[in-house]
Nanobody, 128 residues
């Protein structure tokens, strides 16, 4: 199985930045390890459904973002460290949520159902 551990969350003020990290270990049942897995970040605010935030493919490092974070958030990956990052700039109170990283073998997907392994999440709270 793939284990994912997120870190980097915290309490910040509007306009601040945070960088989330997600360290991966293990492999899928088919033997895929981090360097061959598409990675995504999702978030869930209290009382709301989990929503897609960003994704990065294992081929070519292609990225995708939800419209509300485009130009502010950047997803990246370091295959040597089995880690995916989410750089979050110009944070807004509406970015407050628990952030989760997840793995998928499906290319360019924003659907949570296509993601197999999930981390425990890290809380991001942005005060106004």
């Amino acid at each position: 199985q793939v284990q994912l551990v997120e870190s980097g969350g915290g309490l910040v003020q509007a306009g601040d930045s945070l960088r989330l990290s997600c360290a991966a270990s293990g492999h899928t049942f088919s033997g895929r390890t981090f360097s061959r897995l598409n990675m995504g970040w999702f978030r869930q605010a209290p009382g709301k459904e989990r929503e897609f935030v960003a994704a990065i493919s294992w081929i070519g490092g292609n990225t995708d973002y939800i419209d509300s974070v485009k130009g502010r958030f950047t997803i990246s990956r370091d295959n040597a460290k089995d880690t995916v990052y989410l750089q979050m700039n110009t944070l807004k109170p509406e970015d407050t949520a628990a952030y989760y990283c997840a793995t998928s073998v499906v290319m360019k997907t924003t659907k949570s159902a296509d993601y197999t392994y999930w981390g425990q999440g890290t809380q991001v709270t942005v005060s106004s």
